[in-house]
């Protein structure tokens, strides 16, 4: 499993893991708030701005591969509320999303895992109190930050394997074994970890 730092150098990479996350935590606090679909246009060019103006077209081009996995989902929104009468809400549903998730691997492609973690474990230090250990939680973020890659690789694989036996676009025929294929990785690494002895 691969880590989503990108190789190519912008002003973020220099920039505190704890800044970063506290401005994302905010940004994506904004788009919850902006209701209707054309102001999310503005929160959306922002970001996109930001991976031009950081990394150039070859750091925005990384990013946009790496959207490919929530596009299916976006469509299935976006057509699930345009089907109920309420399109404005799905475009503004399907906006919110491709937003926040730009915006998160701007974060992680410009942030090392160890320094995520690092943050992760000491916001989640009151915690242990209560019995949540912060290293178990940090754990937890890095995992799901790793298998990223391992999943757009899965959908990008299914996607081929529908291309080759359909003329259709894959669109949300793929999402049932990608989730299944997530279920089964999450499986095999919960099992590793036990042997280990990381987790219980």
């Not at 401005?23 to 991976?51: D, E, K, Q």
């Not at 990384?62 to 976006?74: A, K, N």
């Not at 109920?84 to 799905?90: I, M």
Request: net charge positive; charged share 15%.
């Amino acid at each position: 499993m691969l880590s989503l730092l990108s190789p190519v150098e912008t002003p973020f990479h220099r920039l505190p893991a704890g800044t970063k996350l506290l401005a994302l935590c905010l940004f994506t606090a904004l788009l919850v708030v902006i209701r209707a679909p054309l102001p999310l246009l503005l929160p959306l060019g922002l970001v996109a701005a930001l991976y031009l103006w950081g990394g150039g077209w070859r750091f925005a081009r990384h990013g946009l591969r790496l959207m490919r996995p929530i596009l299916p989902f976006v469509v299935l929104v976006a057509a699930w509320h345009f089907y109920s009468g309420n399109p404005r809400l799905g475009a503004a549903i399907a906006l919110r999303l491709v937003t926040g998730v730009a915006a998160a691997n701007l974060f992680t492609m410009t942030t090392r895992l160890s320094d995520i973690v690092a943050v992760i474990e000491r916001l989640a230090a009151p915690l242990a109190r209560f019995g949540l250990p912060p290293r178990a939680l940090g754990l937890a973020v890095a995992l799901v930050i790793r298998f990223i890659p391992v999943m757009a690789e899965r959908v990008a694989r299914l996607t081929e394997a529908w291309r080759a036996r359909s003329a259709r676009r894959a669109g949300w025929h793929i999402v049932l074994p990608a989730t299944l294929g997530a279920l089964d990785d999450a499986e095999q690494v919960a099992e590793a970890l036990r042997a280990r002895g990381d987790v219980r």
